[in-house]
């Protein structure tokens, strides 16, 4: 007998019913929405001195893993795929666990972790009084021009990694990205128990038990 979740997210063959490609992308803009209301609420409201804000991009580094690591294996997805009825799971259609959580974000954490070093680096080597002088919204680009030679390189081939992100879910049929298959997950689209019913009796087709 499946379990009520493991049936919502399955069609009538039986099998794992794949998020679209659209609802993903849809899923990432809400999760994108969420987290820059949350640094623009951090921005607007602290104090501003250089090693302070140099602070504060470590704090976010570190948020965004329990946002994207624990609120996935606890939920089963972010924020932004649950609310769009989506949920990460194992290619078997079983709940994922910390191991599977943690891959998925693997080379992101990386990627992240090492331009998070960057930034760090040109807080640390320009003065309170030269970043003061910008604008909150120029200061992202200051800091850029004093990061380290090889900041570009890194945030250039993270871009490519993001793109390529996509392409590979494009495909697929089963709309896998690169951290998928390196986690061995999928995104299933769940249909609510009350939705599933209505379509199976306009489909004349009998309910999976």
């Given at each position: ?8 997210g399955?069609n ?8 679209s ?18 640094v ?6 602290s ?34 795929k649950?609310?769009?009825?989506m ?8 709940a994922?666990?910390?191991?599977e959580?943690?891959l998925r974000?693997?080379?992101?954490t ?13 807080y640390?080597?320009v003065s309170?009084?030269d ?36 392409i ?5 049929k089963?709309?896998?990205s690169?951290h ?8 299933i689209?769940?249909?609510?128990q ?5 379509d ?10």
């Open positions: 007998m499946q379990s009520e979740a493991m049936q919502a399955l009538f063959n039986g099998e794992l019913r794949y998020a490609v659209f609802r993903r992308v849809g899923a990432g803009l809400i999760d994108a929405a969420i987290i820059l209301l949350f623009f609420g951090i921005e607007w409201l104090p501003h001195t250089r090693l302070l804000d140099g602070i504060g991009s470590v704090i976010m580094f570190f948020a965004g893993l329990v946002y994207s690591v624990y609120l996935v294996k606890r939920f089963g997805g972010t924020p932004g649950r609310l769009l009825n949920r990460i799971c194992r290619t078997d259609g079983s994922i666990g910390y191991r959580a943690i974000e693997s080379v992101q990386v990627f992240g972790a090492v331009l998070t070093i960057g930034m760090l680096m040109a640390l080597s309170d009084p970043y003061l002088s910008y604008e909150i919204m120029e200061r992202a680009e200051f800091l850029r021009e004093h990061a380290p030679a090889w900041y570009g390189f890194v945030d250039n081939c993270y871009n490519v990694w993001l793109f390529s992100e996509y590979v879910m494009l495909t697929n089963r709309r896998r690169l998928d298959l390196i986690a061995g997950t999928v995104v689209h769940e249909v609510k009350d939705q599933q019913t209505g199976t009796a306009m489909s004349g087709t009998t309910p999976l038990a």
